[in-house]
């Protein structure tokens, strides 16, 4: 068995490759996604996708994507729906505080604080609830990730019950937690190591990894900076 790693492709979105050799998708934007480099945009195999919600800055290449890897997909049941209907059949709906056991994968669906919706032919289209997810991969390693988010104090419950040693947290602002909200949600995780993400991409992202440093390292707390397209494990 070998070791967690994961990519960066920009924005919210990763590539996983499990201790046990799966490669799991998380946030299926890549092809207009302009923090993705140009060499990471075919993906080739994938096992799983994951998509928090609907918005299209997560959702842009779902389609796409599931129908070229035949990968199951993993979302609410309103994104699955609405993905079912789009002719992907490989759907796997669940909703928060469930688990899906996949191999020797389990998957779990927590709150998150957003919304969830798609625009289509100018008119919106809700999907459900935004969520997070607990992940625990076949070596036992538990990483939480956050998908878009503002703080909330159930995330106290996270660590209780699940007690993932990574975070991977939004830190961009005005959409999500700011720096100084997401350095708060790691006191409250009790993670030694995050990976920050949704920063950067557009100018109204103006939460930046340098001032999130700034309030969790004196902590004792690792952050994993990523560029696009780099790997880490």
């Known amino acids: 068995m070998g070791a967690l790693s994961f990519t960066w492709l920009g924005h919210s979105t990763f590539v996983f490759t499990s201790p046990g ?55 609410n049941y309103e ?7 789009k002719g992907i059949q490989n759907t796997a709906p669940m909703g928060q505080g469930g688990t899906q056991t996949i191999g020797d ?3 779990t669906m927590v709150n998150a604080v957003h919304g969830s919706s798609v625009v289509e032919d100018g008119r919106v289209v809700a999907l459900g609830q935004a969520a997070g ?10 990483i939480y990730f956050a998908g878009d988010t503002d703080i909330f104090g159930d995330m106290r419950l ?29 006191e409250l995780l009790a993670v030694r190591q995050v990976v920050p993400m949704h920063y950067g991409t ?30 880490a494990s």
């Open 21 to 75: 050799g799966k490669r799991i998708l998380l946030e299926p934007w890549v092809a207009s996604n302009p923090a993705c480099p140009e060499s990471q945009k075919k993906l080739g195999h994938l096992d799983l996708i994951l998509i928090t919600h609907g918005h299209s800055d997560h959702t842009g290449d779902a389609v796409s994507i599931a129908r070229a890897t035949g990968a199951h997909v993993i979302a």
């Open 105 to 107: 994968l389990a998957i």
């Open 158 to 186: 996270i660590a209780e019950l699940y007690r993932p040693s990574i975070a991977f947290l939004p830190i961009g602002d005005r959409f999500t937690m700011g720096s100084a909200a997401a350095a708060r949600a790691v």
């Open 79 to 85: 994104v699955c729906l609405w993905l079912e209907a």
């Open 202 to 231: 557009f100018p109204f992202l103006t939460g930046t990894v340098a001032a999130f440093r700034t309030l969790v390292e004196p902590k004792g707390v690792q952050v994993l900076e990523l560029q696009p397209g780099e790997t």
């Open 133 to 142: 997810y607990v992940i625990r991969f076949e070596d036992g390693v538990t």
